[in-house]
């Protein structure tokens, strides 16, 4: 079973910046998984931040954080990263990074950010606080 492990979180000053990431404990990841990453503040639902196909070419973004967050793997079976800059205290919660396997053509196809419930592994969440 995939297990997924997140990480670099922490306290940031607005306008500040992070790189999370999200690493599968055994090591490697297998090329047919999508990934997303999703954040959820107290109160609220979790929302879905960013996305990126299996093979690494296409990926998708939350309007909210267009041009401030960008995903990236190095190659299908590697750790994914989201850099996340110009960063403001609504941006504060727990970012979860999940997987997802996208059928038959689904290689370059981004993963829904909109369907949280169609991903198939999740990690354990690291936390984001923006805050002066």
């Known amino acids: 079973q995939l297990q997924l492990v997140e990480s670099g979180g922490g306290l940031v000053q607005p306008g500040g910046s992070l790189r999370l990431s999200c690493a599968p404990s055994?090591?490697?990841?297998?090329?047919?998984?999508?990934i997303g990453w999703f954040r959820q503040a107290p109160g609220k639902e979790r929302e879905g931040v960013s996305g990126?196909?299996?093979?690494?070419?296409?990926?998708v973004y939350a309007d909210s954080v267009k041009g401030r967050f960008t995903i990236s793997r190095a190659n299908a079976k590697s750790t994914v990263y989201l850099q996340m800059t110009s960063l403001n205290p609504e941006d504060t919660g727990v970012y979860y990074c999940?997987?997802?396997?996208?059928?038959?053509?689904?290689?370059?196809?981004?993963?829904?950010?909109?369907?949280?419930?169609?991903?198939?592994?999740w990690g354990q969440g690291t936390q984001v606080t923006v805050s002066s």
């Open positions: 999940a997987a997802v396997i996208l059928g038959p053509g689904g290689g370059s196809r981004a993963p829904p950010l909109d369907m949280p419930g169609e991903y198939d592994y």
């Open positions: 055994g090591g490697f990841l297998d090329d047919y998984y999508s």
């Open positions: 990126i196909s299996s093979y690494g070419d296409t990926t």
